[in-house]
């Protein structure tokens, strides 16, 4: 595995490797799920306790960090990348509550989910109001180029989604299509929340392009390590349904690279696993037989880490540099980690 070497020299990274990432931004990150939760007044007071539910889950905020740090190393952060952060939170978590639906998972974040709680059709629905409460906010941007934008991300967000939905089961999925599904389902969330993050400060085109770039390549490790946690996580770590991208047949890269390494004989068994959704087999052969092709897709993870920091090199340097130096670093070291527990 590729060691990593943090640009800092502090003490090393403790419980979440995502903690000194935010330091030169909490404050307002704090502020921006202070106003998440406040969204709950936008909707009718007969839902407002399924939208608060669907809200309050909390977790790693990463996409409105991204947006944050790409103000902070363009300028500074301003009320208009608060509401950034919120709105590609809200795009975030809409995704959530459907991907719940179609994966019929039971807990996200060690908590019922919304389908596991009142069924999927009031699930689909919330997320859809979720999604238009989103680009309702979008409107409010001076700059009609900025809602546009978000517009056209969650567009691609959705396409990655059906897409995917579309290629299930599919054993001959190449490579090449696993990474354009991410790239469209995950990566584009991030490369817009770091884009107009630093056009909201009218940042040079190439300030822009390079952040724009950086959150692409974050996205799209971020997204490998959640499907190589999938299968290699602990349910009781992770605080999710684990094994859902197996049962619903979406060929994620270490069964792409399992398939791709497995002999004729080993291929037709792996096949017959995957189409039966054998999740604990599966799981088992990727921490033990069949652990390079797990190495090899948490590998590309830490490449495509690599890649989102070689991004920042002609940024000025300030703290939010450092930190999204320390964003890439933090991904990286998720995804060896995941190594050590697969072990």
Not at 285 to 309: H, N, Y
Request: hydrophobic share 45%.
């Amino acid at each position: 595995m590729v060691e990593v070497s943090l640009r800092s020299t502090a003490a090393p990274l403790k419980i979440s490797p995502l903690t000194r990432v935010a330091s030169v931004v909490q404050p307002q990150l704090d502020e921006v799920s202070a106003r998440i939760a406040r969204q709950t007044d936008a909707f009718d007071p007969a839902i407002e306790g399924y939208i608060s539910y669907a809200l309050e889950s909390g977790g790693k905020r990463m996409r409105p960090l991204v947006a944050l740090l790409a103000g902070a190393a363009t300028s500074a952060v301003t009320k208009a990348h608060i509401d950034l952060a919120v709105i590609v939170e809200l795009i975030h978590l809409a995704t959530l509550v459907h991907d719940d639906v179609m994966d019929e998972a039971e807990r996200r974040r060690s908590q019922p989910t919304l389908n596991a709680r009142w069924g999927n059709a009031l699930s689909v629905l919330l997320g859809d109001s979720l999604f238009a409460h989103a680009l309702d906010l979008s409107t409010k941007f001076d700059d009609p180029g900025i809602s546009r934008a978000i517009a056209r991300a969650t567009r691609d967000v959705c396409t990655g989604e059906i897409i995917q939905t579309q290629r299930q089961f599919d054993l001959h999925l190449a490579v090449e299509e696993y990474f354009r599904i991410i790239e469209l389902k995950t990566a584009t969330l991030f490369a817009v929340a770091a884009e107009l993050g630093a056009k909201l400060n009218n940042a040079p085109a190439p300030q822009v392009e390079a952040l724009a770039n950086f959150g692409r390549h974050l996205g799209a490790a971020y997204q490998i390590y959640d499907d190589c946690i999938d299968l290699a996580g602990r349910e009781s770590a992770t605080g999710k349904t684990l094994g859902t991208d197996l049962r619903k047949g979406k060929m994620t890269l270490p069964m792409l690279r399992l398939l791709h390494h497995a002999s004729a004989i080993e291929k037709e068994r792996y096949c017959q696993l995957i189409l039966e959704g054998d999740y604990a087999s599966v799981s088992l052969l990727l921490k033990t037989t069949a652990a390079a092709a797990m190495d090899e897709a948490l590998a590309s993870g830490i490449a495509r880490s690599q890649q989102a920091r070689a991004q920042l090199e002609d940024l000025p340097e300030s703290r939010a540099l450092e930190s999204l130096h320390l964003f890439a670093d933090a991904i990286m070291l998720m995804l060896q980690s995941l190594r050590v527990q697969a072990a």
